[in-house]
Nanobody, 117 residues
């Protein structure tokens, strides 16, 4: 069984920063991908950033240069700088557990990020 526990969301003014954390516990494979997705009201869930255990990263174009994903073992962080109102969404942690040919996917409960003055 795998659990993902997120923290760090909240209300921030435009131009501000937030740091999200996601701690994964349970049966975690040594090869995996952790990432962040977000979902705004009325919109589909979309990729924000991912990082593999081999330190390969992938960012959505709309966060390049503003957000940074990092990892310490099975904890993933998302440092969000220069936040914009359009970054307002529920942010979900994602774990793709195992090698590419046999992964199991897990989701966190989501944490609300609101960017507003």
């Amino acid at each position: 069984q795998v659990q993902l526990v997120e923290s760090g969301g909240g209300l921030v003014q435009p131009g501000g920063s937030l740091r999200l954390s996601c701690a994964a516990s349970g049966s975690i494979f040594s090869i995996n991908v952790m990432g962040w997705y977000r979902q705004a009201p009325g919109r589909p869930r979309e990729l924000v950033a991912t990082r593999t255990t081999g330190d390969l990263t992938n960012y959505a174009d709309f966060v390049k240069g503003r957000f940074t994903i990092s990892r310490e073992k099975n904890t993933a962080y998302l440092q969000m700088n220069s936040l914009k109102p359009e970054d307002t969404a529920v942010y979900y942690c994602n774990l793709q557990n195992g090698p590419s040919w046999g992964r199991t996917e897990y989701w966190g409960q989501g944490t609300q990020v609101t960017v507003s003055s």
